[in-house]
């Protein structure tokens, strides 16, 4: 089919983003999911999505334990620099910008774990950022984003696609393009997997037209909008679609 096609002519590159994309896609969009108890990786295994667990279990067990695992000394160093800083109690979130740049560093690690771990093993790394005092100050901006990848870790789609539907209106003039660009991906994935395309193509209608430049080299964002427009509910209705926004920016 059309997404499949589209699919097979991206390059290793794209491929290597899907691998790495900080959000369970393929995972809920196929409805199998990952196993919801703990599992093993072997050591052998050898791949980009291989790595990213072991980076997950690895940054898990420290925020935890405070133990390094041997794929910690395989992480980047930005991650290693972040790790402590986020896990200690010395952190006092005393200010605003001490608050935000802790709200900062736990959605960077937590885009390192949550989509490469199954429900059970992510209670640990939870319960280790909610017990934090600064994890009290957050402001509920901040506050949602982490319960939105929550749900992820849970691969709740209502959760996902409710929450991500609420920031993404949020001041849209101050958020970063990496919010606009996750939380619609989000919302869309979220909509796709409860077999909602027509909500999914509603939403890149109504909120991809800044970001619609990236559809030439976002491997991720061409599979939801090739899934959406090419989804069977959608094409019944093709006559609306050419009129839509989404006409002009289908990808090739």
């Known amino acids: 089919n059309a997404p499949r096609a589209r699919f097979a002519q991206r390059s290793a590159a794209a491929f290597f983003q899907l691998a790495s994309e900080p959000m369970p896609v393929m995972e809920m969009l196929s409805g199998r999911g990952m196993p919801r108890d703990v599992f093993n990786i072997s050591p052998r295994l050898n791949s980009t999505r291989a790595e990213k667990i072991r980076r997950a279990l690895a940054l898990t067990e420290f925020m935890v334990s405070g133990n390094h695992s041997g794929a910690w000394s395989a992480m980047p160093a930005?991650?290693?620099?972040?790790?402590?800083?986020?896990?200690?109690?010395?952190?006092?979130?005393?200010?605003?910008?001490?608050?935000?740049?802790?709200f900062v560093n736990a959605r960077r690690l937590s885009l390192d774990v949550v989509?490469?771990?199954?429900?059970?093993?992510?209670?640990?790394?939870?319960?280790?950022?909610?017990?934090?005092?600064?994890?009290?100050?957050?402001?509920?901006?901040?506050?949602?984003?982490?319960?939105?990848?929550?749900?992820?870790?849970?691969?709740?789609?209502?959760?996902?696609?409710?929450?991500?539907?609420?920031?993404?209106?949020?001041d849209p003039a101050r958020s970063s393009i990496f919010d606009r660009i996750y939380?619609?991906?989000?919302?869309?994935?979220?909509?796709?997997a409860q077999g909602d395309a027509a909500g999914a193509v509603a939403d890149w209608n109504r909120f991809g037209g800044p970001i619609a430049s990236l559809l030439r080299t976002d491997l991720v964002l061409r599979l939801l909008v090739s899934r959406a427009v090419d989804a069977p509910?959608?094409?019944?209705?093709?006559?609306?679609?050419r009129g839509s926004t989404i006409a002009g920016s289908q990808p090739h």
Request: net charge positive; hydrophobic share 50%.
């Open 78 to 102: 930005s991650l290693r620099s972040i790790a402590p800083a986020l896990r200690s109690a010395d952190s006092v979130c005393d200010n605003a910008a001490k608050t935000a740049l802790w």
């Open 115 to 170: 989509p490469f771990l199954p429900p059970a093993q992510l209670e640990p790394w939870w319960r280790a950022l909610e017990s934090h005092n600064c994890a009290a100050k957050l402001t509920e901006y901040h506050r949602q984003w982490l319960i939105l990848l929550k749900a992820f870790g849970h691969r709740d789609t209502a959760a996902v696609r409710d929450l991500s539907a609420s920031l993404i209106l949020r």
């Open 183 to 192: 939380l619609l991906k989000a919302i869309m994935t979220a909509r796709l």
């Open 233 to 241: 509910s959608v094409l019944t209705d093709r006559s609306a679609a």
